[in-house]
């Protein structure tokens, strides 16, 4: 069993409608959609936007369905200038930026009840999704670190500070909650993010133009790696 995690109805409505069998059951307030897609046995939801959303349904789903691998799915801003809109982001490990009890001693993203700053992804489904991308005409993929936080990033000083304190590059606000999640139950996650944004001072209108872009790539990478774990 697989659990495919998307914040936003633009980033899972279209991978729900693709699974074949579907049963649905709400379950704490997250409508989950079970199935077959792609040959692989899945259930998929909308967990909400920010790290407290995702975090609740992603336990929810561990609780109740018990997957082995999680993935999380969407889209999120470039942190990376090699990373343009419709490209992919492959976290191999995420971070939580907004993270930060560095005023009592701690390194800024340190969570401390786990004592982790960050939290690594599958390898295996990190080499499938990268190969998946690189066979993906006009898409360039790249493998690195993810920094999600309570907040849309839309400022180059902000964009800045997380690249210099963790060389992420992709920011989003769910993927740090989910993997989170993931490690304390001890199931396998990956985090993948198509490019909508530059995560600077022109965001709001890049991602407004191209999110449906985004959203539709990390859709079709995302079911083309189906047919592959």
Do not use: W
């Not at 990190?126 to 991308?133: F, L, P, T």
């Amino acid at each position: 069993m697989i659990g495919i995690l998307g914040a936003m109805s633009v980033e899972i409505d279209e991978i729900k409608s693709r699974i074949e069998g579907k049963t649905i059951e709400t379950v704490g307030g997250f409508e989950f959609v079970k199935g077959m897609l792609r040959g692989k046995e899945v259930v998929a939801a909308e967990c909400g936007i920010g790290k407290v959303n995702a975090a609740v349904c992603a336990q929810t789903l561990i609780l109740t369905y018990k997957p082995d691998l999680v993935i999380n799915v969407g889209v999120g801003g470039s942190l990376n200038p090699a990373l343009r809109y419709g490209d992919m982001a492959i976290a191999d490990r995420v971070v939580q930026h907004d993270f930060d009890t560095s005023p009592i001693g701690d390194s800024v993203g340190l969570v401390a009840t786990v004592n982790k700053t960050y939290f690594d992804c599958d390898p295996e489904t990190v080499a499938c999704v990268k190969a998946v991308a690189d066979e993906m005409e006009g898409i360039h993929a790249m493998v690195g670190t993810i920094a999600s936080g309570d907040q849309f990033v839309a400022d180059a000083a902000v964009k800045a500070r997380i690249v210099k304190n963790f060389g992420a590059i992709s920011c989003e606000m769910e993927g740090g909650a989910i993997s989170h999640a993931c490690y304390l139950a001890g199931v396998k996650c990956a985090v993948i993010r198509s490019i909508s944004d530059n995560a600077d001072d022109g965001s709001t209108s890049d991602y407004g133009q191209f999110v449906k872009l985004a959203a539709e790539h990390s859709t079709e990478v995302l079911c083309r790696v189906m047919e592959r774990l």
